[in-house]
């Protein structure tokens, strides 16, 4: 075996060949894919599903608390647990740059195998190719994702005033631990990613049936541009409070140094809620029994006070509008 | 709106939403995708379902027959459909280069467009990164698919001793293409990728039921590397007759100056079906009759002569060895 990925990795011949039956099957086996047939045939017991897609272009592609293969996991399967779907089968793409270390492959695809077997899914189908050193980045990952569709009534168009807004744990780690990596801040801030599969608490807000609204995992953007996107084009506003809002001591320390509003960071492990407010109390003490949930909190609520806006009240007592991210505060988070 | 894509349009904020809005939703709306969720939720109608995936770099973007758009839409279909599968929804993930021209990327949404509404499939969900110049080569396009599965009983260990092999046209026409452009050999060879959905012709095989024991579509590797995954680890031999072999004539003028083997260059728009041999006259008769399968014909049988092997009879008489692509013929060819 070589000692890196060369082009001829990507040929579709014996190398590829080698690629996936040395490298990846003895991770990653299952039925389906180690048929490598052009497809995978699924049993999906259900007439609806969930479905979503997500490429990842991370950099660094180890960070402290994961890499770019967790990452890659938990990313889709949090995409579809916020649908209100359980995660059943990934599809995983990879598109290597030539000189890339096949043990650095090797760590990744064992993440990879770790995360999926925490979550549950099986990778059951997949493509490799590789680009000319100075066309990638080491290495880009895409995953797919099929979910047994389990409760399907989510919506912006559930939202009404006076509903309360839950975030299920502290925000923006991950977007800090990215910044802490490329700056080289990581011996003096104490911050991780949040990496983590949300499908549990998923579960946990939806026993509260038609009481929930809609859900969604605030990545790119963070917290306030998902936010925005619940209320654009709509007749209400999101009212958060400052104080309310969990966040770690380090992760706010490293965005004040950084000059990076922390409401704007990425999460890979969280979930926004919007719930009816007579539950809200509930699901935020159920959440916390959880470890994943055990900072979850009420941040706010719904109003119509400044249509499709989203207001948040600082700390001194003032407003501020959040609006959705403008530029790029910070490229290849995710 | 800006000429070329910066940096911004992969923040998830205001830019990403600019894009997926003005450029690609204008093209690909339909009620799934319009919804902007983090997955969409779609109805099956079976218990059985097809998923494949792949991710597209190839380069140039834009060559004779196709562009990567329209590769991104095909390929994925045609594993579907070889799968034995009704293509139904993809998946579209973008990793565009910083500095690439929107123009460029509005043509290849069009593409992507008109090629899926040729395939009947809905884009449903889809994802865009952006990654630093120099980190890619202009845009890398992931499609995953799902079908609903019509016919399920296809597979290697369906195949036995005398089987017929088809082909559905002619050889090599993908590879011919972007070697062509490559070159700049596109003024003095007459060559076009062959980049085309294959259902059509997957269904009409598929009329034969049992009889059908595999399919598959040789893309990267040509036709001699899907060939030997028909027999690997098995104890049976594919025999083909080179004179029996469909090609174009300047693809095969193009084949020869470059001397690359059109055996093993790309196929975008073709089956490899491995059927009974009582059927076989039958099955590439009635593929005639469709424009895309005019050239039909069968190239050779299964026999044990020699075990796990391809092996070629040429025009001369002799027999050659066909085993699977070694090295890289032509890095990035879909």
Redesign the interface.
Known sequence: MDDII???Y????????HLIEDIILPSLSCDELN???????????????????????VSPYFFPGGDIGKLAVCGTV???S??G?KPE?L?????IEEGFKIEELKKIIKSIEETSKICNVKI????T????K????GI?I?T????R?IY?DL?KDKISEGDAVIVTGCIGDHGAAIMASRNNLVDEFNVKSDCAPVYELAQCILQYGDKVKIM??P???GVA?TLN?FVENSEFTIEISEEKIPINVETNNLCEILGIDPL?S?NEGKILAIVDSSVAENVVNDLRKIELGKDAAIIGYVTKNFPSKVVLHTNLGGKRVL??????????IC
């Open positions: 060369t082009l001829s990507g040929s579709g011949g014996k190398k590829t060949s048929k490598l047939s052009d497809g995978a045939v699924l049993d999906v017991f259900s007439n609806k599903i969930a479905f979503s897609t997500d490429s990842f272009v949090n995409d579809l916020v649908c779907a089968y599809s995983l793409s990879l598109i059951v189908t997949g493509d190719k590789v680009v000319e100075g066309k990638g980045d880009y895409n797919s994702g099929i979910g569709l399907e919506g969604r995992d990545t790119r953007g541009t996107e704007y990425a609006s959705k991210l403008t530029g790029a505060q910070l490229p290849r």
